[in-house]
């Protein structure tokens, strides 16, 4: 009998592009130490996360049938699709991450836990409840159930902030724990260096847009993040709209790509916003960019605990977001950085005065998150906190089972176990 089998912990997630989910994956995936854990990974697609995955050896799983949108048909066949590749697999562990995937396959665990001798734990993170997204009564009350159904079939779901273990779950709410995300040290790019490559990335800037940006007069805002209705761009942009009146030498800088973009560029050029807002499209490592920034602007509607808030300050750039999800958690207004009403421009109108208003504010503030940060939200916690929860919920399983469950030779050893 063989007392130290490899762990397999097989994680799953429904696109495979560069978000914050995606970016939590990879971090989970990758410190994972391969002599004692086999890690798969199931997406769908074949973006940036699935890129970066194979660069570090994580073998992956492209599901066909996976896609954000919820289709009856697609649903079906995507169930089968996981029931299969549990059965083939085997996992030790299925760790979920995004709604759709989360529903679909917590439920197609539990049909496989029925019929398979080594039952799999899972696990499932809630990166933000789409239940919270902007969508009509009915779409959130089905959305909801959907949610529950997930958390119920989950042994374990992770909140990534405090925010989702206070959201009404009821029955089920003792399954959820809390785990903050958590980044690594970084090294950013130079102010100067930084602006000099977003600038040669803006397609089609004018040689006077081009001075206008390089002038060290020009206040930068910018937003890194998908072009998707939950990131709240439309609010950002009437407010640069507006306070262009009274600012007229303030720049807002977008990076990212998605299903927002063509809009986005069609309220830019309907208000001849194109000299002040500049969308830049997607950028490779855009994180590296975020000190071109004199302030970061988080507009979204919908959040977790999104990893470009730690990302700004750890480079110690000053922030406003709104309100939502777990930023409460991370920014104390007025102290840390100025936080807003969600949908409500503005209040990000006034913010953006009050932070341009004196440098010196705008220092304090991001001093402040920078300790803040650097403290609570480091990834070495958030690893441990997880490695945990494994170490736990396999613990757990029957002890006549196999004494193979013993989980000390996998758990919490990392490739990287000294990177924070």
């Not at 969600?342 to 402040?368: C, G, H, T, V």
Request: positive net charge; proline residues 5%; contains cysteine.
């Amino acid at each position: 009998m063989n007392y130290h089998r490899k762990k397999k912990i097989l994680y799953a997630i429904t696109k495979s592009n560069w978000g914050g989910a995606q970016r939590y994956l990879f971090d989970l995936a990758t410190n994972l130490n391969p002599e004692t854990v086999d890690v798969i990974v199931a997406l769908g697609g074949a973006g940036e996360l699935k890129k970066r995955l194979e660069t570090n050896n994580i073998r992956c799983i492209s599901l066909k049938k996976l896609e954000r949108d919820i289709n009856i048909f697609k649903e079906i066949s995507l169930f089968f699709t996981l029931l299969s590749l549990y059965r083939r697999e085997r996992p030790d562990i299925i760790h979920l991450n995004s709604s759709k995937i989360g529903g679909v396959g917590s439920l197609a665990g539990r049909i496989y836990n029925l019929l398979s001798h080594r039952p799999a734990k899972i696990i499932f993170t809630a990166h933000g409840w789409a239940f919270e997204e902007n969508r009509n009564k009915l779409a959130k009350t089905i959305i909801w159930i959907i949610s529950w159904i997930t958390v119920a079939c989950s042994h374990k779901t992770i909140g990534v902030s405090k925010h989702q273990k206070k959201t009404r779950m009821p029955w089920v709410s003792h399954k959820i724990v809390t785990i903050h995300n958590g980044i690594e040290p970084a090294t950013y790019m130079r102010k100067e260096d930084a602006r000099k490559k977003i600038i040669e990335n803006i397609p089609a800037l004018s040689a006077y847009a081009r001075t206008f940006l390089l002038n060290p007069e020009t206040p930068w805002i910018g937003t890194i993040g998908e072009l998707h209705p939950n990131k709240g761009f439309p609010y950002a942009l009437h407010a640069i709209n507006t306070l262009t009146a009274t600012l007229p030498n303030i720049a807002y800088i977008i990076i990212g790509d998605g299903e927002q973009r063509d809009s986005i560029l069609q309220y830019i050029q309907s208000k001849s916003l194109h000299g002040h807002a500049f969308l830049v499209g997607y950028i490779p490592h855009a994180e590296n960019y975020v000190q071109a920034f004199d302030i970061f602007l988080l507009p979204s509607i919908k959040e977790g605990f999104p990893y470009v808030i730690l990302e700004s300050a750890r480079a110690r750039i000053p922030i406003i977001a709104t309100a939502i999800g777990g930023i409460p958690e991370i920014i104390e207004h007025k102290h840390s950085g100025m936080l807003a009403r969600p949908q409500n421009s503005e209040d990000i109108q006034e913010n953006i005065r009050y932070m341009l208003a004196e440098q010196y504010r705008r220092e304090k503030m991001a001093d402040a998150l920078y300790r803040k940060v650097t403290k609570n939200f480091g990834i070495k916690n958030m690893l441990e906190k997880t490695w945990g929860l494994y170490r736990t919920v396999l613990l757990k399983q029957k002890k006549n089972q196999s004494p193979s469950y013993s989980t000390s030779a996998a758990f919490p050893s990392s490739r990287n176990p000294a990177r924070e």
